[in-house]
């Protein structure tokens, strides 16, 4: 028996397969391998797919469940976070774009008439969460300034496609005037969020609580998938859209406690079903009409860039952000994304678009996402690159900055570079141990909160000079980088290692393929998270098979030491060449407190003799805050001195360790 559909799924997966390869390769997301493959099999291309009706059924499918599991990761607690770049941020650009969209269509013809005009707004104004995000993870950007803006944007976008798909229709009224009635359907859309909310609260968490007992699988699966496609249904049905369907039914589960079960559950299935949706999308591109219009499309695609560029740069600005920060922003959310293409279909059932217009939309937005990737990748080079321009003082650092406190002239002190989980940790333990400081930071929001709060911390862009003078980095003695984004973390640690060649440089990364160029700019130390991750894991492992805890100090030390030494010798010494470490990377320098019941106090230093016992030396005593250097072998340790020592880390370690505890 033959199924035509059966073929062409295996032919358009087998090509999916072979396109997603190449696109991972040369590290292009995944959804433009998807785009590429529904171009190729599409009827403008080799016409390979037969069966297109029913893959448009399936890619319906695949957009009922990705607005499902949007709904479920949506959360309120998540939102309040970053409520500012949400609300604010992420209102002004769609609003901005969607205005200055709509001129320009309007302007230059693109659009039959005022419905239309403000439809393609709204196409324009929207971005590719799933490109976006993915670029940032994979960079290690996420958590930077210009991440979180981005974040805080995208969220609204997604969030925002919903009232835009209830719109549509009124929109499609003002060209045809067959749009449904406002007030009706304003009625059924309230009554519709009613039954949300208390499904939300008592209806579905009752039921999941009592299917989840049975801890049946299947029955589990299937409860979650009637939930969702039958709240899809009834929104349908009522006049209103699946995809708002899908989200609402998403919300519902988002509030009860089984909503990451249900993810994990439902992922499968919307990456299968989310394929059809962008290789449909990919086939309806007509190539012959893209060369026909090529240099009419490749202006449109560069005022779309321009445009969102600009907008997002200019909200980044209002919101406090520095221009550098603004044009990362801009750049990141300067294409047009899926969600867009979810619109344009409720956009062409309503008769918004329509056949060339639909055929430009197309073009214009597959170029704009393939591009993405290239883009986000040059976007630091410009920002640098702009914010080195005679522009105002107020631009390049922040439309109404924090005021800033009193800053006592430094010296000698700890410069703290971001203000993130890493810089508090810093922060508390160099206040506990009574060692000035200062922290630069770049979030607003987070400035204006911590000086509220007694804490020395001013607001600049680190990556400039005159910031980090301010901070009298010159002076310092130690200076740790502990931000989120890479690229600013290198300048960073150029301009220290330039200002303060004697500095200790201590740099936070997040990978440590990242070591070797941040040790050439300069950097003492650099500690890489995953590394650090991999020791805090295996130390807890040891531990739970009762190794004893001076061995697992042993250990600890042995892989730092390794590690580090790996790297370093990779790279060229650092500048500061009266930094042990540096030239010799298994010696070790530490400071430890003598405690009461140590089984030395009492004894002098050539009676517990530690060169002979652990080779190591002892090279100053800190006793009532006066430190004694090279002292006598027949000083004899008190209680609370603190000792300085030197030798092989791992030998330290182990004087330590007998020192601390009693044997």
């Not at 239309?116 to 993870?137: C, H, N, R, Y």
């Not at 445009?307 to 603004?326: C, D, Q, S």
């Not at 931000?483 to 440590?512: G, M, S, W």
């Not at 009676?607 to 000083?635: C, F, H, K, Q, W």
């Amino acid at each position: 028996m033959d199924i035509p559909l059966l073929r062409d799924i295996v032919i358009l997966f087998s090509l999916s397969i072979i396109v997603l390869f190449l696109c991972h390769r040369f590290k292009i997301p995944a959804i433009v391998g998807f785009l590429l493959t529904g171009i190729v099999v599409g009827p403008y291309g080799l016409g390979l797919i037969e069966a297109i009706h029913e893959v448009e059924v399936f890619a319906e499918i695949g957009v009922v469940l990705l607005l499902f599991t949007i709904g479920i990761e949506f959360s309120f607690e998540r939102l309040l976070q970053i409520k500012k770049a949400v609300l604010l941020g992420g209102s002004l650009q769609v609003l901005l774009t969607s205005f200055v969209g709509f001129w320009l269509v309007r302007q230059f013809g693109f659009a039959r008439d005022t419905g239309e005009a403000v439809f393609i707004g709204f196409l324009i104004a929207l971005s590719s969460t799933a490109i976006v995000l993915k670029m940032l993870q994979e960079r290690a950007e996420i958590d930077s300034p210009h991440g979180r803006t981005t974040l805080g944007i995208l969220i609204f976008q997604d969030i925002v496609i919903v009232p835009m798909i209830l719109i549509t229709p009124f929109l499609a009224g003002m060209t045809g005037g067959q749009g449904a009635s406002v007030i009706l359907l304003l009625f059924k859309g309230i009554g519709i969020i009613g039954l949300v909310v208390l499904a939300a609260k008592w209806a579905v968490p009752y039921l999941l609580y009592h299917i989840a007992r049975t801890r049946n699988h299947e029955l589990f699966l299937l409860s979650v998938v009637v939930i969702c496609f039958g709240v899809a249904w009834f929104t349908s049905s009522a006049g209103l859209s699946l995809a708002l369907g899908a989200f609402l039914a998403g919300l519902i589960i988002s509030e009860s406690e089984y909503s990451h079960h249900a993810l994990g559950n439902i992922l499968p299935f919307r990456d299968v079903f989310t394929t059809f949706f962008f290789v449909s999308i990919g086939m309806m591109l007509n190539l012959g009409f893209l060369l026909h219009e090529f240099a009419l499309i490749l202006i449109m695609v560069t005022m779309v860039f321009i445009l969102k560029t600009v907008v997002g740069a200019i909200v980044t600005v209002l919101l406090g952000f520095p221009l550098r920060i603004g044009i990362l922003v801009g750049f990141s959310i300067s294409q047009i994304g899926e969600f867009s293409f979810i619109l344009s279909r409720v956009g062409l059932e309503n008769g918004l678009l329509s056949g060339d217009i639909n055929q430009r939309f197309l073009a214009v937005t597959i170029l704009s996402m393939a591009a993405t990737p290239f883009i986000i990748i040059l976007a630091p080079r410009l920002a640098n690159a702009v914010a080195t321009w005679p522009l105002p003082k107020w631009l390049l650092r922040g439309m109404n900055p924090p005021s800033e406190p009193e800053m006592p002239t430094l010296h000698d002190h700890l410069v703290i570079i971001g203000f993130g989980v890493n810089g508090r940790n810093v922060a508390r333990a160099a206040k506990e141990a009574g060692i000035a400081y200062t922290i630069i930071e770049m979030n607003p929001e987070t400035v204006r909160s911590e000086i509220a709060r007694g804490e020395s911390i001013f607001y600049g862009d680190a990556t400039r000079e005159t910031t980090l003078k301010h901070a009298r980095v010159e002076a310092a003695r130690v200076v740790v980088v502990a931000i989120n984004d890479p690229t600013a973390t290198r300048r960073i640690t150029e301009a220290v290692r330039r200002l303060n060649p004697d500095v200790h440089l201590i740099v936070r990364t997040r990978y440590v393929q990242e070591m070797q160029p941040l040790y050439g700019l300069g950097a003492n130390e650099v500690i890489p998270e995953e590394f650090e991750t991999s020791v805090e894991i295996f130390a807890r492992v040891l531990n739970k098979f009762f190794i004893p805890r001076d061995k697992i100090e042993q250990l600890i030390a042995r892989v730092r030491a390794d590690g580090y030494e790996m790297f370093r010798s990779l790279t060229p010494a650092s500048n500061a060449a009266s930094n042990l470490k540096i030239h010799f990377p298994d010696i070790d320098i530490s400071a430890f407190r003598i405690p009461a019941d140590s089984p030395f106090v009492h004894q002098s230093l050539a009676g517990i003799n530690l060169r002979r016992r652990y080779g190591i030396s002892v090279v100053a005593i800190e006793r009532d805050s006066e430190v004694i250097t090279n002292p006598d072998a027949d000083m004899v340790l008190q209680p609370d001195d603190i000792l300085y020592v030197l030798g092989p880390a791992e030998k330290v370690a182990k004087a330590v360790a007998r020192f601390i505890f009693k044997k």
